[in-house]
């Protein structure tokens, strides 16, 4: 899915142990960057969603800075050595 420049998307995440169970971690954080390793978002603290137990979301404002289509990652962290990573892809206004 491609997402506009300027743009608030939400960026959300489902915690599950290997038996598939929503577990909640003792921390989480979540963390934008574009491909090089250029962090945009750090440490960012997400909110968990209501009625759940390990199902988070982070609403991050695509920087206007950003001004060509690339490809960003939204990475995961949580307590221990665990992380996701998810891409999504950006665009400039037409």
């Given at each position: 899915?491609?997402?506009?420049?300027?743009?608030t998307?939400?960026?959300?995440?489902t915690?599950?142990?290997?038996?598939?169970?929503?577990?909640?971690?003792?921390?989480i954080?979540?963390?934008?960057?574009?491909?090089?390793g250029?962090?945009?978002?750090?440490?960012?603290?997400?909110?968990?969603?209501?009625?759940?137990?390990?199902?988070?979301?982070?609403?991050?404002?695509?920087?206007?800075?950003?001004?060509?289509d690339?490809?960003?990652?939204?990475?995961w962290?949580?307590?221990?050595?665990?992380?996701?990573?998810?891409?999504?892809?950006?665009?400039?206004?037409?």
């Amino acid at each position: 899915m491609n997402y506009i420049i300027g743009d608030t998307i939400r960026i959300q995440a489902t915690i599950k142990n290997f038996a598939g169970v929503e577990t909640a971690p003792g921390s989480i954080k979540v963390s934008v960057k574009q491909l090089d390793g250029t962090e945009l978002l750090s440490s960012g603290v997400p909110s968990l969603s209501t009625g759940t137990t390990a199902q988070y979301y982070y609403d991050w404002t695509v920087s206007t800075g950003l001004t060509v289509d690339e490809q960003l990652a939204a990475v995961w962290s949580w307590s221990g050595p665990h992380k996701k990573k998810k891409l999504f892809n950006i665009i400039p206004i037409l």
